[in-house]
């Protein structure tokens, strides 16, 4: 079986890329499993500069082909803000993902709804030899000032989808992993990831 190490150590997003990639013949791992503790600091300016630097960092601290994906929620409204910062969106030190909501919310109070936003995605893929490949993907909607439903993570129960009248947090697993901005990136990194798998063979 071919080996596939995920660069994250989030909980929720090893959740989802095992879920996506399920149907490969690959073995999916996490840095955990091989003992493997990095924290890569995710200091460029686009979401490819972050994921690339991550999967150049555990490719070649594992010697494994890596995935890594870099994400953020862009809201109009805030020009775009949090973007790259998503993750780290907040006033204070130490904060979860409920803060982050909570100060998202606050910085839109008083502006006009509805709050248009996006998720946005990229995945790189770095092989054994050190090239990486990425992809984007991209998923769009709105946030809502209440939250709603009790699954996935970060900013999903006030990420609304209009055309289901569903937040992300209340869309079954299945269903996320079919429609979300990582899946749609994974999705498109498919031909990249049998690629390598043909390679090896």
Not at 109 to 116: C, E, S, Y
Request: glycine content about 10%.
């Amino acid at each position: 079986m071919n080996k596939l190490l995920l660069a994250t150590n989030n909980k929720g997003k090893l959740r989802e890329l095992r879920a996506i990639l399920a149907d490969l013949p690959l073995e999916i791992i996490a840095p955990a499993e091989i003992g493997l503790d990095l924290n890569i600091p995710e200091d460029g300016v686009t979401y490819i500069e972050n994921a690339s630097s991550k999967a150049l960092a555990f490719q070649r601290a594992s010697g494994l082909n890596c995935l890594a994906d870099d994400s953020g929620l862009e809201v109009e409204a805030l020009g775009g803000a949090p973007g790259l910062h998503s993750a780290r969106y907040s006033s204070k030190p130490g904060a979860t993902d409920a803060d982050r909501r909570a100060f998202l919310l606050k910085n839109l109070d008083g502006q006009p709804r509805p709050w248009k936003a996006r998720f946005r995605a990229t995945v790189a893929i770095a092989n054994t030899n050190g090239n990486v490949q990425t992809t984007e993907g991209v998923c769009p909607g709105e946030i809502i000032p209440e939250e709603r439903g009790t699954g996935g993570f970060g900013y999903d129960p006030i990420f609304l989808l209009p055309d289901l009248g569903l937040t992300m947090a209340e869309l079954t697993e299945e269903t996320k992993n079919r429609l979300s901005h990582r899946a749609r990136a994974v999705q498109a990194a498919r031909q990249i990831l049998l690629s390598l798998i043909g390679y090896q063979l």
